[in-house]
Structure formats: C-alpha cells, structure tokens
C-alpha cells in the first residue's frame, strides 16, 4: 500500500510526539543564549547549582515556552515536518541518510599514484585478510 507523499493528514504520534520533538530541538537552538548561559552556570555551580542558576533555568524557561506556546511556530514546525515525510514518501529514503556525506571509499584519491591499502599491509596479514 502506497502513501500519499502530499497527504496533510497527522496521526496521533506525528501530532503528540515527533512534532513537538522538532519544536524543542528548533527552540533550544532559538534559545542558544540563555542554553549556553544555564549550562555555563550549572558546569561552574557543582552541587550548588539548583540554588545558583535559578535566574538562568528561568530565563530558559521562559524563552522555551514562548516558542512552545506561539501558534505560528507550531504550524512551522509543522510545515516542516510534513515536508519531510512528503520527500520520505517520495523516495523512501530517510533526511538522515539523505543529508549524510558521500562514504570516503566512493571519493577519487587525492594522489594519483596512491597505493591501495591492501598492498600497504604486510604479507602475512594479507593472507590472513584473503583467505579467512
């Protein structure tokens, strides 16, 4: 059974889980000031830091929760998502393997005359390599 890649349709988990995984991951990054000043206070605070950092923990509070609570970036995490599972649908290939580098065994080397790793090794490895 195929699915529609242009289908807008959300399920439960799309709507209550991975839409709001992508709504934290862009408001941590929205909030990077105040998450660098809580984890700066917190690496310098120890123990203590539940007392020390209450004026950084609020303020990352209240920076994530203005995104968790604003309509407009819901609907573009949203958007996002459903992008993303369109070109998923469309191609059946997930963004992660989709945005990796190309494997280094696929590239030209960088010397023309380079000696392919096998010749490199020693003899007895070579055996041991072909043979097992």
Known sequence: MALDPTDQHLRHVEKDILIPKIMRE???????????DFTKCC???GVLMVV???KENSA????LTAYYNDPAF???CKMEYLKEREEFRK???PAKKRLQKVPTSM?????KNSVPFWQQLDKSYRCKFYFS
Do not use: M, W, Y
């Open 74 to 76: 819901h609907e573009e």
């Open 60 to 63: 990352l509070k209240e920076c």
């Open 26 to 36: 862009k408001a941590k990054e929205r909030c990077s000031e105040q998450v660098q």
């Open 107 to 111: 590239h030209v080397p960088a010397f």
């Open 91 to 93: 191609t059946g290939i």
């Open 43 to 45: 690496k310098n605070s």
């Open 52 to 54: 020390n950092c209450r």
